[in-house]
């Protein structure tokens, strides 16, 4: 099986896919293959980008099935002339071809079982109004950039579930919420107005006992 995929968008799905974790394929991009389709993954657990893929030509026929390839295999791979990256899955050896125009890598394929992300993209949202974590909506900003885009990506916001990020073309991201509990906020005293101020309160004048009676003399 062989595929065109462009250097940028596979610079894309690495900044989704995560750098150091100890589930070593989410560090990875997975081509996940159906009889009919073929799509680019990539997620760390909070955020998830998936890509259509288009088959070549001459390609052998799909082969289903999830094909992970090591991230050290694609960040040594260097775009020549802004030629598409040619991957080429071979599902007998185990083995992704990965070809540059110039220069050709074979790596294994791992072996480790990728997880059932179609399951957490969202058919559908609430529109409920979701927090994020700053860091991963930049994430998809620089994803939205490498794919071609002008501006910033859209999130269809989707309550305490999963929130669709609306991309370039037919990419399709993922981001996970956080969560929304009351959070207590320090306030400085600079930045509270002064009709917030509650004026202190004069405590009321103590209570002068009365002179006791004097006696009268017989």
């Known amino acids: 099986m062989q595929f065109h995929i462009p250097a940028d968008t596979i610079k894309a799905l690495l900044v989704i896919a995560a750098k150091s974790d ?51 295999a694609l960040e040594g791979v260097k775009a020549v002339l802004k030629r598409p990256i040619l991957v080429t899955i071979d599902p007998t050896t185990r ?10 890598t074979t790596t294994p ?24 974590n700053a860091e991963y909506v930049g994430a998809f900003g620089k994803v939205h950039k490498l794919l071609g885009g002008a501006y910033s990506p859209s999130i269809r916001h989707n309550g305490d579930n999963a929130a669709r990020v609306i991309l370039p073309g037919d990419a399709v991201g993922v981001l996970m919420p956080m969560r929304g509990d009351p959070q207590p906020l320090d306030n400085p005293s600079w930045l509270v107005p002064p009709s917030a101020i509650e004026p202190a309160e004069v405590p009321e ?14």
């Open 22 to 72: 100890i589930r070593h394929y989410l560090n990875s991009m997975c081509i996940d293959v159906r009889a009919t389709d073929a799509v680019a993954v990539a997620t760390d657990g909070h955020k998830l980008l998936a890509l259509p893929l288009t088959v070549t030509d001459d390609a052998p026929a799909l082969v289903p099935g999830c094909y992970i390839i090591r991230r050290e």
């Open 95 to 104: 083995t992704a071809t990965i070809d540059n125009g110039n220069a050709a």
């Open 109 to 132: 394929l791992m072996d480790d079982k990728y997880p059932d992300w179609r399951r957490v993209v969202p058919l559908a949202v609430s529109g409920e109004v979701s927090q994020f």
């Open 205 to 218: 004048p103590a209570e002068v006992p009365e002179p006791a009676e004097v006696a009268e003399v017989a």
